[in-house]
């Protein structure tokens, strides 16, 4: 069943250009996330490499007085303790440090996508703010014309007051409503200045199209994240496992030293410059080992069981968008038929009134009538809008 809002139901066809859509967003908060990008870029990097331990640099310069004269001496020393060896865990970590960075990305990309879906749902209420302004004043002006009309019926008694009393009240509703209206827009145009440096009515709103359920659910970036995240607690939960298991070191020291006046005699086999290099196994025994261990094991079976309930409320709300959207397809539908109807009394009323029966009040309401649900309809199409951006929003090359 085609939707009367939807003319190609498979692909989204955005006005505004990708790159806006990004630039949508103030230049202070651009900055705020491309920041955190580069700083997750760096704490990524870093965690990867955290296993190789750093190559110490000593120099000392020593005096003595101990052999009747003050005797400096000078030492250079270069030494490294690396593990080389820990049944599987340095590749864990390195594997952990780079599921824990990507998830971290896709968690800054969200945000990213957060903002932009803020700004356009802004955009997208300020023009049916926009349409609802519209609206009122035409009913507004029915409401006069009613006003007038009950006023002469009651001048020539042919009703009573209670009729002119209602059309008063109507009006004044209508009138707060309107204010209540200006006061929201004035509100959104605020919340928009906080995320965005563009003035929000020399936009074009991107115009969204029904996306395919197998792309919403293949390509959603909380899936990926939450896919992340289920490998980074896999490797932490193999490296909480390996800190218990033997480790395997090498370790190395050179040292170029001055040798101590004792030890200086001619002939000495004593260097100046020499090594000393090693191995060593270490196998740390603690009480909290098992603990250590199932906790880390339990933190992954969380996070398996919490990446099938996303994927479960991602189906729900592609599922739940679709029946909002075939309602708003309904109102659409009812108020082409009522919009019908009106034209159709226009005609009516045009006719009456050329023959004397009907006066131009009453055409000029029915007439009134006929754009009002025209703006309905409009209204109704950016309530879709909204709908479907809230399918994107979270859709990677979507946004």
Request: aromatic share 8%.
């Amino acid at each position: 069943m085609k939707k009367l809002f939807l003319l190609s139901s498979i692909f989204i066809s955005v006005l505004m250009a990708e790159s806006e859509l990004s630039d949508i967003l103030s230049q202070d908060k651009s900055a705020l996330l491309k920041y955190q990008n580069e700083q997750n870029s760096v704490q990524s990097h870093q965690l990867e490499n955290s296993w190789i331990n750093p190559v110490m640099l000593q120099y000392s310069k020593n005096y003595s007085t101990q052999f009747g004269s003050t005797i400096d001496t000078q030492q250079f020393i270069v030494s490294v303790d690396q593990p080389i060896f820990k049944m599987g865990g340095i590749w864990a970590a390195i594997k952990y440090a780079k599921a824990q960075g990507k998830a971290n990305a896709l968690d800054i990309e969200l945000q990213k996508r957060q903002l932009i879906s803020q700004a356009l749902t802004i955009l997208y209420n300020l023009k049916k703010a926009k349409l609802q302004l519209a609206k009122l004043d035409l009913t507004i002006q029915n409401d006069d014309l009613d006003i007038q009309i009950q006023k002469e019926s009651y001048e020539e008694g042919l009703t009573n007051r209670t009729l002119y009393d209602q059309a008063l009240l109507k009006r004044n509703q209508d009138t707060t409503s309107k204010l209540e209206i200006e006061l929201n827009i004035a509100k959104l145009e605020n919340d928009f200045s906080l995320l965005s440096d563009h003035n929000p009515y020399a936009l074009t709103l991107p115009n969204f199209g029904m996306i395919a359920q197998e792309r919403y659910m293949n390509e959603q970036l909380e899936l990926q994240r939450d896919a992340f995240r289920v490998e980074e607690k896999k490797e932490n939960k193999y490296m909480t496992l390996t800190k218990y298991l033997p480790e395997i070191s090498i370790n190395g020291r050179y040292t170029d030293e001055d040798l101590n006046p004792l030890f200086a005699a001619p002939g000495s086999s004593i260097k100046e410059q020499y090594f000393n290099y090693g191995f060593k196994v270490t196998l740390p025994i603690s009480i909290n080992s098992f603990d250590d261990v199932q906790t880390a094991k339990i933190d992954y079976l969380n996070a398996q069981v919490t990446l099938n309930e996303k994927k479960k409320t991602v189906a729900n709300n592609f599922t739940l968008a679709q029946k909002r959207l075939a309602i708003i397809d309904k109102k659409i539908a009812l108020s082409k038929d009522d919009m019908s109807h009106y034209e159709s009394m226009l005609g009516t009323a045009q006719d009456l009134e050329a023959l004397g029966d009907r006066t131009a009040l009453d055409t000029k309401i029915v007439g009134n009538n006929v754009k009002v649900r025209a703006l309905d309809q409009e209204i109704y199409k950016l309530d879709a809008q909204l709908e479907l951006m809230g399918l994107y929003v979270n859709v990677s090359d979507a946004m």
